[in-house]
């Protein structure tokens, strides 16, 4: 079975963080940028931050295992684990109305997925009795997830309403992405890698960057537009973004470095069609970025942080990543003209 690839989890844990830190001030005394953690974390990875500025991700704890954790635009961060969870719990995503989706391991049905409402109550479930893998929820409700048949892949989507579809029927395929109207970005697997989009109507495009050999997850917005990270034959990372009429642009953030594993790596995109993400360079180290929808990147770097990932972006150009074991909030500003 072929590895997907995950762009999030490749930089190492590093030290502990409590508590929150502000660092910088706008005029208004407003800190430009503030970390945060959980008790007991020892690596943070902030998924998502929706309209509403709350932030949904996941964290490790001392002895390695995965905890969800919501923060709230107070600054309040509240760990959770799914009911039933056995040894830890994953979250891959979150929508505006403040509804979370991820996975966790039960031991006596195998791996489960649920969805955290807003008021704290846990929905949880399998696609026909079959180990269950959440990516991503939008902002109906619906969630789009995978589960195996003897070694493939199959993509389905499951309504609020608790219906279920299968995406590709027959397809190995895993997807990654739904935007607020419905619209799917995920890969397919199989001989190699392939990018695809399934439209409302159920019709499914699928396309390739030139020279990639492999994908990273894919992402969309409420345009259409997809953005991801491939893999050339150098195992060098590099991003792409697809306009909805199939112009694809591939890109390298400023600094990437050439060598392996070493690159680019797109982490979100916003509905403006910003992208954000994560920069190696020939150095390996790691700083984030954003790309605006007009092509002009700025490296993001975190003052006194060991290294900077972005890994999302709020409509109104707020940034949330990882910084050494900790996360942080960044305000537009920080990369925004004044």
């Known amino acids: ?50 309209a509403h500025n709350l932030i949904a991700g996941y964290y490790y704890d001392s002895n390695g295992i995965k905890h969800g954790f919501l923060r709230t635009p107070d600054g309040t961060v509240t ?20 509804d979370i989706t991820g996975s966790f391991l039960d031991y006596s049905v195998g791996n489960t997925s649920f969805v955290r409402k807003a008021d704290g109550s846990f929905e949880t479930f399998q696609y026909q ?12 409700g ?24 299968a995406l590709l029927p027959g397809v190995n395929a895993v997807p990654t ?11 397919t ?25 492999a994908y990273a997850f894919v992402f969309i917005n409420a345009g259409g537009e997809v953005a991801g ?29 050439t060598g392996q594993s070493q690159g680019t790596f797109a982490e979100s995109i916003d509905d403006h069609g910003n992208i954000v993400g994560c920069v190696t360079d020939s150095a390996s180290a790691t700083h984030g970025f954003v790309r605006e929808v007009s092509g002009a990147m700025h490296t993001i770097d975190m003052p006194g942080a060991p290294f900077t990932c972005v890994l999302a972006i709020s409509a109104a150009g707020r940034l949330v990543g990882r910084q050494g074991a900790g996360g942080f909030v960044a305000l537009p500003r920080v990369w925004q003209p004044r």
């Open 1 to 50: 079975m072929q590895k997907i690839h995950r762009a999030r989890l490749r930089n190492a844990v590093l030290g502990a963080l409590f508590g929150a830190v502000a660092l910088g001030m706008t005029a208004d005394a407003t800190p430009l940028w503030t970390t945060f953690g959980a008790p007991d974390s020892i690596g943070m990875f902030p998924l998502t931050i929706t």
């Open 79 to 98: 760990a959770f684990d799914a009911p039933g969870a056995a040894n830890g719990t994953v979250v891959t995503g979150a929508n505006t109305a403040g």
């Open 129 to 140: 009795s079959l180990p269950t893998y959440a990516t991503a929820i939008n902002a109906r």
């Open 142 to 165: 619906a969630v789009i997830g995978y589960t195996f048949v003897g070694v493939t892949y199959r993509a389905i989507l499951r309504r609020a309403n608790g219906k279920y579809i």
């Open 177 to 187: 992405a739904v935007n607020k109207d419905g619209v799917i970005a995920g890969l």
């Open 189 to 213: 697997i199989g001989s190699g890698q392939h990018v695809f989009v399934r439209a409302v109507t159920g019709d499914v495009t699928t396309f390739d960057v030139t020279g990639a050999t």
């Open 229 to 257: 990270t491939y893999v050339d034959a150098s195992n060098n990372y590099h991003g792409f973004v697809r306009e909805p009429d199939g112009t694809l642009t591939t890109f390298d953030a400023t600094g990437a470095g």
